[in-house]
């Protein structure tokens, strides 16, 4: 049995840097406790909270902070919440911060050089930028700020996504933000 | 002692027929037996999620839309959510009832006559909207599409707030959505 009190998580980083992998595999963690929360996608937020927005940086404050709105009223009625939007402005998401509370927000930074994303390119995407066929690319052609003292680093170059979500699982649990009874392994 | 499992209860009315009063009156007492729940203002989320929006049909639906997307996360995590937009158009309450589940989404239809509320006009709304200084006013240039088939239906005009709470608490117990150990009285 596991237990939960309302906290988001907040994942930040560069396209592609690996945040929708670890929001999921936290996700499946916390499944497997029994433990009740969302994911508040970027694009499910996108299409249902901020359709017709588009990425300049007024437009991407936006976004951001209606998905803030939303984990603040999750996370106030003790839901856990995962987000994973690039969020590249440090100012919105310190925004966020103040206002969910921040004895409740823990921000994950998902680091990766820029090399390494564009030899990944899972979704071809850096390609394109590169070739600017894509205007207002995070990392490219657009400013990404890294936050200043996250609570979570996790540097997704040189650890495997366990290993990453094992830094992340455990700031939880020593940090209270979930109780689980016994402790078992994640294989 | 009192607990609830999750439902939205969804105020639908025309400007001033009293759906914010009822809303906070409801609030009032579920706070009174210590129940968590989440009021979405009509103003608030219009603020924080659809600015810019505007009161075309279109803005109008997707404005109920987010505010339907919202209402269902709650919901679905088992807080109950009260909304009190004037929502005017059937297509889109019904589509919020479906995504939201029939079994949560309680309709609430405040009912009053335009005269009366004319003469009420408690923000001098309705006769800036009949000498046209406001365009798509529901209920004098715009249309309001009553419920077909609400759940509860309140008279504005002729029951008291009190009577009008009171049927609708009666049906949040009546169906469970709320469990009160010892029924005690609202005075």
């Not at 209606?66 to 984990?71: K, L, P, Q, Y």
């Amino acid at each position: 049995m596991a237990s939960a009190r309302g906290f988001t998580l907040w994942f930040t980083g560069l396209s592609g840097a690996g945040k929708s992998t670890l929001a999921d595999e936290i996700s499946r963690r916390l499944l497997r406790h029994g433990i009740g929360h969302e994911v508040l996608d970027g694009d499910v937020v996108r299409t249902h909270l901020s359709k017709g927005l588009g990425f300049s940086r007024e437009d991407r404050d936006t976004n951001i902070r209606r998905i803030g709105f939303v984990a603040e009223l999750l996370t106030r009625h003790e839901i856990p919440v995962i987000t994973a939007a690039i969020s590249p402005y440090r100012e919105v998401r310190e925004e966020v911060r103040h206002k969910i509370g921040s004895r409740r927000f823990i921000e994950v930074f998902v680091t990766a050089s820029l090399d390494e994303l564009v030899r990944r390119d899972v979704k071809g995407l850096y390609a394109k930028a590169l070739h600017g066929e894509i205007k207002n690319f995070t990392g490219v052609s657009d400013p990404y700020e890294a936050p200043v003292n996250p609570e979570v680093t996790v540097d997704s170059e040189n650890e495997s996504p366990e290993q990453s979500a094992d830094k992340i699982w455990d700031y939880l649990v020593q940090n209270a933000f979930i109780r689980v009874e016994q402790l078992v392994g994640h294989a």
